[in-house]
């Protein structure tokens, strides 16, 4: 039964993540990039200096560098290190040039998102913010629309308790505390039934207790901790990776070569190099989105709390954050394993990562496995930070503003996050990807239907400007 259970679900996921919603985004993201004028090339200086300049009178909760911290400590995750190298795997060295494409056109799709958030946001009189697509949806596109706008905060509530918050974080963590620590489970407890290593227990009660310490405090702690956490993580994340690109940097010319030649088919194997092509891209996109999860519309719910008069000035703050994810971070570590032929080692996940980080680095093998370990650990904890925020407000549009619902919805996330290491039904994971996948339908269809709106406001500022 369990089994017929789980095949019916993966059957559902595959047709959600399909090609269907992989071309739908990719297609709106080219439609908002034509109908914008390749505003991603044009302003993306302008973008990264009003990241780190915060406006000072705006409305909001949040200043913008805090909104955008919010926004990628769910971003970037365990898909910038395992995500990518599943890609690289099973697409080959051209699925690290089709997730540029992704992330070049969802760039155009993160500033639609980022500036409908802050247009159509609400702002109490305590300066409490709620924003996101469910709000631009019923605010732009009229109250006939407000079935789609409850569809939007169901699948995302689902979403933060039921998977990507929660279990796959919590499950990333406590594995690769595991793997370091305690390869061999040489120092095991039994709990419900099963046997498990003491440093997945020990792991799972410390996430838990810090995920409690700053999700209690709502979304300022959230804001706070994430604008520490995120930066440090990824410069550290990102030092490691160009140091294994310097110390072969004569490599570097070959290693783009592959990986434009290979996007194209020129490796091709026994199915073509069609079918080589259509594998690449496939994995790439399909990788790409879900690392900067463009068009998915997690985002704009930070997004809508920033300090900000400017809808556009938000816009363009939120656009940097699918370059930071996928076109820095990404291709970093899409770099190191194509380098260092870690991907072509019959290897799959994380050990692929940790293959290229230890082949590539002058360190002992087991300081580059420490080094990655720790990445894993924080990219995921401020993962679990990120989608508890998203989760509340897309409960709190649900419930009508109404506190206690949110606050007992966040003490069943912390459950969630401390039982998360003990869950091994692959079910769990089928479920949260289904929800993220239905997350984005009811919010492109906004992005296509507001685009007028979009262009409309950039037009105005940049003709003030």
Known sequence: MLERVSEILTKIDDFVWGVPL?????????????????????????ALRFMVKNEEDGDG??????????????????????????????????????????????????????LLAVKYRVVGEDGHSLGGPFYYIEN??????????????FFGMCVGLFGIGTFTQINGISSAVNNFFDPNNAWTVTLFGMEYSWTVVIAGLLVTLCTALVVIGGLKRISSVSQIVVPFM??????????????????????FAEIVTSAFGARAVAGGALGAIIIAMQKGIARGIFSNEAGLGSAPIAAAAAKTKEPVRQGLVSMTGTFIDT??????????????????????GVDVTIKAFQDGLPFAPQVAAFVLMLCLVFFAFTTILGWDYYSERCLEYLVGGKKTPVLVYRWLYIVCVFIGPYMTISAVWTIADIFNGLMAFPNLVALIALSGVVAAETKKFFNQK
């Open 234 to 255: 990824a410069i550290i994340y990102v030092v490691f990776c160009l140091l294994v690109i310097i110390l072969n940097i004569k490599a570097v010319p070959a290693a």
């Open 61 to 114: 909760e949040v200043s913008s560098f805090g909104a955008l911290c919010t926004a990628m400590s769910a971003t970037i995750g365990t898909g910038n290190i395992v995500g990518v190298a599943t890609a690289i795997v099973a697409g080959g060295p051209g699925a690290l040039f089709w997730m540029w494409v992704a992330a070049f056109f969802g760039m155009a799709t993160k500033y639609a998102e980022g």
């Open 140 to 153: 732009g596109m009229g109250k006939g629309w407000k079935w789609l706008a409850k569809l939007f905060a």
């Open 22 to 46: 992989i071309v739908l985004i990719l297609a709106v993201g080219i439609f908002l990039t034509a109908r914008l004028g390749l505003l991603q090339v044009k302003h993306l200086p302008k």
């Open 327 to 348: 076109i820095i971070i990404c291709t970093l570590t899409g770099l190191t394993i194509v380098l260092t032929g870690a991907w072509d080692l019959g290897l799959d």
